[in-house]
């Protein structure tokens, strides 16, 4: 896909990954909405400001009704809450997965027909390396990436005839507020993974695998689980 002239939607573009994202898309010429659950916080140069929040489908329908002229969705917007499976808050749970995997849902579902409608177009989903690997203190965020990396490739049989490709971004630890406790020499500088980003919807890969973390990850996946430990 064409960056340039590109009409894009980034969720979560008030900060981290998605203001970076936004920024570079902006820079390669594209028209931008920076979606956010307060616009007034979207403050990047030349991305227009929009209201999104993706817990609430009417907001995410309004959006798509505003961007009408939208080729591009980003799904950036997640939480991370740290919670466990079995002895964490069900309602932190369930506030991960509204967040993690049905608001990518909800959004790709409003802006596919837009997109279509434009001419066709791409969805990025800004996944994890947690999509593949699921440890017990990351519980809840693990299973939401994991059924967010179903939603990528489901969605992207189900696109592909309507001249939509989907993408899904893989990463590790980055430099952002979301990996703020994590030593610096084991994060990625957020730009990086965002030029990344556009790379490879610009080349309609299915999976962009954005460092060494993500790239490891997935070559274990063949690998079989450990015995229970007991």
């Known amino acids: 896909m064409e960056l340039k002239n590109a009409v894009a939607v980034v969720t979560g573009a008030n900060r981290g990954l998605g203001r970076h994202v936004a920024a570079q898309l902006v820079e390669r010429g594209a028209k931008v909405y920076g979606a956010a659950r307060r616009p007034e916080a979207v403050d990047v140069p030349g991305v227009i400001p929009l209201r999104l929040d993706v817990t609430d489908e ?58 279509e409608g434009n001419g066709g177009g791409a969805v990025l989903n800004v996944l994890s390396a947690l999509s593949w690997y699921h440890p017990a ?5 693990a299973a939401s990436k994991a059924a967010a990396w179903a939603l990528s490739d489901a969605t992207r049989e189900e696109l592909a005839p309507r001249g939509i490709t989907v993408s899904a971004l893989h990463v590790g630890y980055m430099d952002t507020d979301m990996a703020a406790g994590v030593p610096a020499d084991q994060k990625v500088a957020a730009a990086d993974v965002a030029a990344q980003a556009l790379y490879g919807i610009e080349a309609g890969l299915p999976e962009i695998l954005a460092d060494e973390t993500s790239r490891y990850v997935k070559q274990t996946l063949s690998v079989a689980p450990q015995p229970n430990a007991g």
């Open 58 to 115: 009417a907001s995410i329908r309004e959006a798509a009704r505003v961007a009408s002229d939208a080729t591009l969705l980003i799904n950036n917007a997640g939480i991370s809450t740290g919670v466990t499976l079995i002895a964490g808050d069900v309602a932190e749970v369930r506030r991960e997965m509204e967040t993690n995997f049905f608001g990518p849902l909800a959004a790709t579902r409003a802006f596919a027909p837009v997109i």
């Open 137 to 141: 203190g990351l519980g809840s965020y």
